[in-house]
């Protein structure tokens, strides 16, 4: 059962068409990489699954319903209560602690809850450094807090994008190792990446090119 | 945790972990506050710590003795009694009387007055040697000094003439002073007994001679027919007392105490009656420009002794207070045979001037309010610019446009009640240090200044927040989070 679906959705500034007339679907529980050089539409396919953009045509079908035409209060919504998201650069609140962070999430979602965001730290081996302050934590640290965050509030999906580009082997390898327990548990993920290692890690990987899918790919060598 | 705990968790972490920005904010809302709280308190304390400064224009009020009523020492004390203590700053009695020179064949109004008073309520009175302290000192205005050549340290010999209304009488009077005295008093059976006395040039008695026929013969009557006892008045010097001075007659006790009692009386109404010269040190010459300088100047107390009457003609009064104070205060005086009435001319330019001081000060707070709202508002752009990706990430998460604008608000009430509370305490410390250097007068702090800046400022940090707010809620999370 498709959990996300674009149809023929193009996305146009002036004369460059973003994204021309793409479908994709992605199924509850799919692991699914978006490839494609830099250009090709990934980031404009990112924002308009993330709820942060609308397309300019076509629809998108989020557990059913079609967001495409939503106003941007209702996307804000949508996204706070079924999405996490997780950026290359981590993101994070400069002054608050990385618990904090975590309970930031859950702040806008619902209630903070202290102990649930230092559980969410000890999924990702951080709960001993749960007062450090970002500056105080490596890039690695920083995006596991940044996964603790996305998994907090239990989003129906979690959209990455590129999140190992800018971390090390190590840091990367624990960060997929995370990806695929999330999987485990069922949670749909999309990685959007021009790594071919972290697309390999996925199930299915649709590579985009000048705003259109030039191919999909199943992962023939995917791991349970 | 509640979502209330967790907001204060995060605008405390975000003022005291960006410290030196906020320190920028907090500082700039701080000095807003503080000259705002200095204003304020100025604006409020102008007009007292002004009134005493007004008060140099001299007196605001006079006391006069309604018609056919007359003025002393003690019912301007009485009056006075009904003002505030704090409110009077002096009160200096006049009374006017010719008195003359008679070696320069000038005669001068002279004023008696309290000196210690006239300095607090005429304090532009200038003053070349010094103010009169001891018995018998004048003080000389500058036109009077000039015209006879008086200086300080001169004496002045001045007279008073009780008849002086009768100019033609006093002029051709070339009566030797109390050469012939004649008195009577009650003697025995309440019947008059006569007496005339002739004094010699030292005043001492030279002749008597005695009327008391009607007193019993064989009594009274023999301090008539009894040469001894009117030769003990003769070569003394009156006044006389009976049984000190002068023996009584055995059995005639009490006419002879009425021959004493009319020799005295008669002595009395002489001296009374004569013009009385006393002699005066000038200690200063009085330069005022004014109408003064054609004034002498001595105590109350000498000139009641120079003319044996105590007697005011006017007082004036300078009293700290505002017109509508003061028509108060001259309601509450006047009656009990006296009237009092405002100096118009000095009353209304006070007001006016105080109204155009008071008006300058607001204007200068408005304008500095106007210009803490910028820098407040400034700095919080910057804030804002600065933290462009934190409020995209906050987007991301769900945070809608109310939470942004909550969150803003938030941290710059906070910093607006840090900065109001910084801005009253120093401001109050500003008011004090222009207060004492402008005015030479402390200030009274007023409780109420804390909570009104603290408000205050607060209202204004929020002010001051609604534009960044407004650029905050129209980021966009997709542009700002992006990566590279």
Request: with cysteine; aromatic share 6%; hydrophobic share 40%.
């Amino acid at each position: 059962m498709a959990l996300l679906e674009l149809k023929n959705i193009s996305k146009i500034y002036g004369e460059l068409k973003a994204l021309d007339n793409v479908s994709i679907h992605v199924d509850k529980g799919e692991w699914v990489a978006i490839m494609g050089p830099s250009g090709s539409g990934k980031s404009t396919m990112m924002n308009i699954i993330g709820c942060m953009d609308k397309p300019t045509k076509g629809e998108v079908l989020l557990d059913g319903e079609d967001i495409s035409k939503l106003p941007s209060k209702r996307l804000t919504d949508i996204r706070r209560d079924k999405i996490g998201l997780i950026f290359q650069q981590f993101h994070m609140v400069t002054y608050l602690t990385a618990v904090e962070n975590v309970m930031v999430s859950q702040y806008y979602h619902s209630m903070p809850d202290e102990e649930e965001a230092l559980e969410a730290l000890g999924r990702v081996g951080l709960r001993e450094r749960a007062k450090h302050l970002p500056s105080q934590l490596s890039g690695g640290e920083q995006q596991r807090v940044c996964v603790a965050r996305a998994l907090i509030n239990h989003p129906e999906l979690i959209l990455a994008d590129e999140p190992t580009g800018n971390l090390d082997e190590a840091n990367e390898n624990i960060v997929l190792d995370l990806f695929r327990q999330l999987h485990r548990e069922g949670t749909t993920l999309i990685v959007v990446t021009h790594d071919p290692e972290v697309a390999d890690a996925a199930q299915r990987t649709i590579v985009l090119e000048h705003g259109k899918v030039a191919r999909e790919v199943v992962n023939e060598n995917f791991v349970e | 945790m509640t979502k209330r705990r967790m907001f204060l968790r995060m605008v405390t972490a975000s003022l005291l972990r960006r410290r030196s920005r906020m320190l920028i904010a907090l500082l700039s809302i701080g000095i807003g506050a503080t000259i705002l709280a200095g204003m304020v308190t100025i604006y409020y304390d102008v007009p007292r710590q002004m009134r005493a400064q007004m008060r140099s224009y001299g007196a605001n009020m006079l006391l006069m003795p309604t018609e056919g009523e007359t003025l002393d020492s003690e019912k301007l004390a009485e009056a006075l009694d009904k003002l505030p203590e704090d409110a009077l700053v002096g009160a200096s009695p006049y009374r006017y009387v010719r008195l003359d020179m008679t070696s320069r064949q000038q005669s001068f109004t002279t004023a008696g007055t309290d000196f210690a008073q006239v300095q607090k309520t005429s304090p532009y009175f200038s003053v070349e040697g010094r103010y009169p302290e001891a018995p018998r000192e004048i003080l000389v205005g500058g036109e009077i000094a000039e015209t006879i050549g008086v200086k300080v340290g001169s004496d002045m010999e001045l007279t008073w003439q009780p008849t002086a209304k009768d100019a033609s009488g006093s002029a051709e009077d070339d009566r030797v002073p109390g050469a012939t005295l004649a008195g009577s008093a009650k003697g025995f059976g309440d019947q008059m007994v006569y007496v005339t006395a002739t004094l010699d040039d030292e005043a001492k008695i030279k002749e008597i001679k005695i009327d008391a026929s009607t007193q019993t013969p064989e009594y009274g009557g023999r301090t008539q027919t009894e040469p001894g006892f009117a030769e003990q008045f003769i070569g003394k010097t009156l006044p006389l007392e009976a049984g000190e001075d002068i023996d009584a007659l055995s059995g005639a006790t009490v006419t002879s105490t009425a021959v004493v009692d009319a020799l005295n009386a008669a002595r009395a109404a002489d001296e009374s009656a004569q013009p009385k010269t006393t002699r005066y040190r000038v200690t200063g010459i009085l330069v005022t420009g004014g109408e003064e300088e054609g004034y002498v100047f001595m105590s109350t107390d000498d000139l009641t002794a120079l003319t044996g009457e105590d007697r005011l003609d006017v007082a004036e009064l300078s009293i700290s207070a505002d017109e509508a104070q003061l028509t108060e205060y001259a309601q509450a005086l006047t009656g009990e045979g006296v009237t009092a009435r405002l100096v118009k001319r000095v009353t209304k330019s006070e007001t006016a001037v105080l109204g155009k001081l008071q008006a300058l000060v607001f204007l200068v707070t408005v304008v500095v309010l106007i210009l803490t709202m910028i820098c407040v508002s400034t700095t919080m752009m910057a804030v804002v610019s600065e933290r462009r990706r934190e409020i995209g990430l906050r987007k991301a998460l769900g945070a809608s446009d109310n939470s942004i604008r909550g969150e803003f608000l938030g941290e710059g009430m906070f910093l607006g009640l840090l900065g109001g509370v910084l801005g009253a305490v120093l401001g109050f410390a500003f008011a004090q240090v222009v207060s004492v250097n402008v005015f030479h007068a402390s200030i009274v702090f007023r409780p109420l200044l804390l909570p009104v800046t603290v408000l205050v400022s607060m209202l204004i940090a929020a002010a001051s927040c609604l534009m960044p707010i407004k650029r905050a809620v129209a980021i966009d999370p997709a542009i700002v989070l992006k990566g590279e």
